[in-house]
């Protein structure tokens, strides 16, 4: 079964800072991996997704995303932060199961944006 | 617009009493999914639906029921709720060409 790890609990960034989320997972193969960011009091919104090919994902608020196979993470960053970047972020790692597609969630980032 | 919709979208309830959370999409998505979001655990699934009249266990189907029969709502029932399902809810349907799930806005759920 897959599994995601995502570290780092609470990050603090200063605005204009770059940021950087780091996400682990195990999956026997190769996996469909996500970042999803949510905003305070609202859903889930899709920051990238990587299926295959180049493994520099470029995504949506200028978020970019690395797979790294042989270190099984694909770590979010972003290199100047703003202050509605303060929000909590998730990685997910999806697989083809005879159930479809099923996503599994790390346990969240939060991020704060100081001034 | 893509909208996968959840009502409502805060709810106190107390021990025991049934209650719905309803979720439609507009997307034709025959994959349907709820999840339960809690603190340090992230977003656990709850249950699936395949497509109409077909459906089964996520991870954490306990104290949960759904039902499907239309493609385009997917409704979660909690015949009898207890404390520990006070959690924020999302309903989610995916795009099985991309693997991308589209999410609703959630359910906040208060049970005493």
């Known amino acids: 079964a897959q599994s995601v790890t995502q570290p780092d609990i609470h990050i603090t960034v200063s605005e204009g800072a770059s940021l950087e989320l780091r996400c682990n997972y195990s999956?026997?193969?190769?996996?469909?991996l996500f970042w999803y960011v949510q905003s305070p009091g609202q859903g889930l919104q899709l920051l990238l997704k990587?299926?295959?090919?180049?493994?520099l994902v470029q995504g949506i608020k200028g978020f970019e995303a690395e797979f790294k196979r042989s270190q099984s993470s694909f770590n979010l960053r972003k290199p100047s932060v703003h202050w509605s970047d303060a929000a909590e972020y998730f990685c997910?790692?999806?697989?083809?199961?005879?159930?479809?597609?099923?996503?599994?969630f790390g346990g969240g980032t939060r991020v704060l944006v100081k001034p | 617009e893509a909208q996968v919709t959840q009502n409502p979208r805060y709810l106190i309830t107390v021990t025991g009493k049934k209650l719905t959370v309803t979720c439609s999409q507009n997307m034709n998505h025959e994959y349907m999914s709820w999840y339960r979001q809690d603190p340090g655990l992230g977003l656990r699934q709850i249950y699936y639906?395949?497509?109409?009249?077909?459906?089964d266990k996520g991870d954490v189907p306990e104290g949960y029921k759904v039902s499907r029969k239309e493609k385009r709502n997917f409704p979660l029932i909690l015949e009898s709720p207890s404390p520990n399902q006070t959690s924020l809810y999302f309903c989610?349907?995916?795009?099985?060409?991309?693997?991308?799930?589209?999410f609703g806005e959630g359910s906040r759920l208060t049970v005493l």
């Open positions: 639906s395949m497509n109409v009249e077909v459906t």
């Open positions: 990587y299926f295959s090919g180049d493994t």
């Open positions: 989610a349907s995916t795009d099985v060409n991309t693997g991308e799930l589209f």
């Open positions: 999956y026997g193969a190769t996996p469909y």
């Open positions: 997910a790692v999806g697989a083809e199961t005879a159930a479809g597609n099923k996503l599994t």
